[in-house]
C-alpha cells in the first residue's frame, strides 16, 4: 500500500514547528526518524493531512552537557549514542542499549524522542531511561514543561504529548563513578522487539536504587525504590517472590509472563556484579 496524499513540511526551528503541530484545522504528524512513521503511513493506519519534518531544527540534533546531567536533542538518533557521537555520562548504560536496538539501518535513522513518543512499551528506551531516572522536556503554546520519562508514557502507543507540543530534549541524569547498571532483554530473534525486559541502576553516591520490569504491553513498572525487592544487588539479595508480586500488584496476572519478567530483570541485576 501507499499513503494517502499529504502536505509535507521541514521547520527550520522549534518555534515553527510548535505553530505547525499545534494548527487545529488539520491533522498533523510530527515526523523524526519515519521508522514507525513511515510503515503506519504507508499502511495507512495514520492519514494526516500535514507532515512536519523536525530532522531539520538544529537544536533537536544537538546536546547540552550541564552540571548533573545531559539534555539529548530529541533528534538524536540511535546510532549517535552506540557511536559516542554524543557524550556518555551513564558510564557505558546508555551505548551498550543503543548497539542492541533493531539493526543498523534502523539505528542510524531512527531517534530517541521518536520513540519515546511513539510509545511502545516493548522499545528499548522506555525502558533504560526510566530506570537511570531520566526526564522528558516538552515544548509548546504554554511554554516549556518537564516530567519524568516513565509518566510520558501514558499506555500502549500513547504517549502525554498535549495539542501544539514538541518533545525538544531527553534529560539524563549523570551517574557517578561508583554506579553499576544492569540491562536485559528477552528476544525469540536478534533485532526483534522485546518480550520482557528488565533494567537496574544502583548508584549509592546518589542515594539511587532504581529498577524496571518492561515489555508488559503498558507503561513499565518502576521500582523508584528497589532496595525491598533487590537489595543492593549483591548475589543472593534478589527476592524472585517479590518481584513477583510486585509485578501481579501492577496488572501482570499471568503467571508464565511474571515469570518471564522476572528472570529477566534477575539477569539484569546479576550482570551489575560483573563491573
Known sequence: ????????????????????????????????????????????????????DITGVEELGGFEERADELALGACITHADIEDLRAPDVTRGALPAVARNIAYRAVRSRGTIGGSLTHADPSADWISMFAAIGARVTLRGPAGDRTIPVEDYMLGA?????????????????????????????????????????????VDPERGV?????????????????????????????FDAAAVDRFAERNGMHDPLERRTHVAALRRAVERTSLQ
Open 1 to 52: 500500500m501507499k499513503p494517502v496524499n499529504f502536505d509535507y513540511t521541514r521547520p527550520r526551528d522549534v518555534a515553527d514547528a510548535v505553530k505547525l503541530v499545534g494548527d487545529e484545522s488539520a491533522s498533523v504528524k510530527i515526523m523524526a526518524g519515519s521508522q514507525s512513521l513511515g510503515p503506519m503511513l504507508n499502511m495507512r493506519l495514520v492519514q494526516p493531512d500535514l507532515v512536519v
Open 157 to 201: 502507543l500513547e504517549a502525554d504529548i498535549r495539542p501544539g507540543e514538541v518533545l525538544v530534549s531527553v534529560r539524563v541524569p549523570k551517574l557517578s563513578a561508583a554506579a553499576r547498571w544492569g540491562y536485559f532483554k528477552i528476544c525469540r530473534k536478534t533485532g526483534e522487539f522485546a518480550h520482557a525486559i528488565g533494567a537496574y541502576v
Open 209 to 237: 536504587t532504581r529498577a524496571v520490569i518492561g515489555a508488559t504491553e503498558q507503561r513499565p513498572f518502576v521500582m523508584a525504590d528497589a532496595r525491598e525487592l533487590i537489595g543492593d544487588g549483591a548475589p543472593g539479595a
